[in-house]
């Protein structure tokens, strides 16, 4: 058996735990970081369900840990109003901004649409990047510099018409709008950083088999590796612990619209075109239709999820919008 085998049975083997043992666990691993940078350690708040445990948790300990929040513009008016609330309690949140706007971030790199991984290809491919006549030729045909075949980077066949799209495309707006605020505190304070990241939320985090890594490039504490969404909401329950409304569902003209599972940035189109029934850009088209003028139309995403197939106009003629059933990514 492979160590990569052996890592992931340890991880199911974990999650499968109840939730009791994996606060012990989790408190464990915090403890560890804490001790280990000696205090100078603060928590990625994003404001949603999992930073809000995380935090819960962190707290429960040391409750002098600041909790850091960048808000980018992006995010759901419900989670800034949560996030301020708490600071007005008296919680320890640090609000930082980044250096630069979505709108600028638009104009200048392009849309994120399909995946990171996908808004990136077409970015190298359309772009005049180091070696770019090996990036291109690997992206466009799978083959490596030594002839070998890859279909991994090879970019899908589905969304080679991103080539030609009459718009930029980028996946650099996380970079800029998420994580070069982080890196600006961390580099000012020396404080590294508890993240509620999740194994079960798939991609790249599935991969993921170590909760502290200290000897890291960018050492992070992830104390929540092996939760599950499950989890998540039976803490919050069993904890009566306050989170944002933006989970719960609305009435609004007489409609209802589900709460959200993911409260990511708002006009972030990564996935979207995997959504069944009633997509994200469609729920925001009720629930914030000023957010949703603003994305659609001034800064033409409308045009931009047209060309991925992606709907994004209410549809008046149903009598409750549904539960998109989110399919992996």
């Not at 989790?26 to 928590?43: C, K, N, S």
């Amino acid at each position: 058996m492979n160590v990569q085998l052996i890592a992931s049975t340890g991880m199911a083997q974990r999650q499968s735990l109840p939730l009791d043992a994996k606060v012990i666990m989790t408190l464990h691993r915090i403890r560890q970081w804490y001790d280990y940078f000696d205090g100078e350690v603060y928590i990625s708040f994003s404001g949603g369900k999992d930073s809000t445990v995380l935090a819960d948790l962190v707290w429960s300990l040391y409750p002098d840990v600041p909790a850091l929040f960048s808000n980018t513009g992006l995010e759901y008016p419900e989670i800034v109003q949560f996030v301020k609330r708490k600071q007005a309690e008296g919680r320890p949140i640090v609000i930082i901004r980044p250096k630069r706007t979505f709108r600028d971030v638009v104009q200048t790199e392009g849309f994120a649409l399909v995946s990171k991984k996908v808004s990136r290809q077409v970015r190298q491919i359309r772009g005049n990047s180091p070696n770019a006549e090996a990036t291109i030729k690997l992206y466009l045909t799978g083959i490596r510099r030594d002839g070998v075949y890859s279909k991994g980077s090879q970019l899908s066949r589905k969304w080679l018409n991103l080539v030609d799209a009459p718009f930029e495309i980028s996946e650099k707006c996380c970079d800029v709008l998420k994580k070069e605020p982080f890196h600006r505190y961390e580099k000012e304070t020396g404080r590294k950083p508890f993240i509620g990241v999740m194994g079960d939320e798939g991609g790249n985090r599935s991969k993921l088999t170590e909760c502290n890594a200290f000897d890291a490039k960018k050492p992070q504490s992830r104390p929540m590796l092996f939760w599950t969404e499950a989890d998540v909401w039976e803490y919050i329950e069993t904890h009566s612990l306050e989170y944002s409304d933006i989970y719960k569902d609305r009435v609004i003209d007489g409609v209802v619209i589900p709460g959200e599972r993911r409260t990511g940035c708002m006009f972030c189109a990564f996935g979207a075109d995997q959504e069944r029934g009633v997509n994200r850009f469609q729920r925001m088209a009720k629930s914030h239709p000023k957010q949703w003028n603003y994305c659609i139309n001034k800064l033409g995403m409308g045009a931009a999820l047209d060309y991925i197939d992606v709907p994004y106009m209410p549809e008046p003629e149903e009598p409750q919008m549904e539960m998109f059933q989110e399919v992996g990514r």
